[in-house]
């Protein structure tokens, strides 16, 4: 069994043991707040234990809201440990970096879009991952709302449907233009021949 599909296991059976998840939220802004904060206060599965915000205010609201603790940093919360999944909501150039914080204190990690501003950052979070054990998800959930699937479908039906066509219309257009540089070719050659032997 491969690291990532022991850390999904390990994911599952706290859901399955019904042991709350302990969660963490880095960031309460218009994600950390009124996306993930919203949502997880009404799944049973998990218990916001703890947020980070720089912001005094949005700790306040959240200690308020959730009943957790709240720290000014990232760093400080992931002190703790008892976390068992961690929401990387801060802003999107720390993602990397916190995402890496945050699986090497042993946490699992859903991380907000934009991931990442290179496949390079991405290799390094998924490497980072693999050390700790750890599950590293993104936050794409309109991959998962049924408009965007029901398009996806459509869409590589449709594909699928006009293959032969498309692929009959690119040989064509391709032979054309083969056609037309081999015809280049001969006229190039003709005039440097005429213009060696004749002019
Ligand atoms: N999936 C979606 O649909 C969706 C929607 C909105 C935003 N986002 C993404 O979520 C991320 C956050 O966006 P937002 O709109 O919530 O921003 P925001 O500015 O409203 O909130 C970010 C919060 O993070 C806090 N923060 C940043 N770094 C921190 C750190 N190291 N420690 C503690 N707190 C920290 C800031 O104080 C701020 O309150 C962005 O990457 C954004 O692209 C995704």
Known sequence: ??????????????????????????????????????????????????????????????????????????????????????????????????????????????????LARNVAMVDEMIAAAKKSGRVFAVFQQSRYAPYFQQVQKDIFGLIEDYRYLLWSIYCRVYLLHVRRQAKLLRDVLRDSILRKYFF
Not at 5 to 24: F, H, P, V, W
Not at 28 to 36: L, M, N, Y
């Open 1 to 114: 069994m491969t690291r990532t599909a022991r850390a999904c296991k390990e994911l599952k059976e706290l859901c399955d043991m019904a042991k709350q998840i302990k969660t963490g939220i880095i960031g309460q802004g218009r994600s950390g707040r009124d996306i993930h904060g919203v949502y997880l206060c009404k799944d049973d599965r998990f218990k916001i234990v703890a947020v980070a915000d720089t912001l005094a205010e949005r700790r306040q609201r959240a200690v308020q809201e959730y009943g957790c603790a709240a720290y000014a940093t990232h760093v400080e919360l992931l002190q703790r440990k008892d976390l068992d999944l961690v929401v990387n909501a801060s802003f999107s150039h720390q993602h990397t970096s916190i995402t890496k914080d945050i699986l090497t204190a042993g946490c699992h990690v859903v991380c907000e879009k934009p």
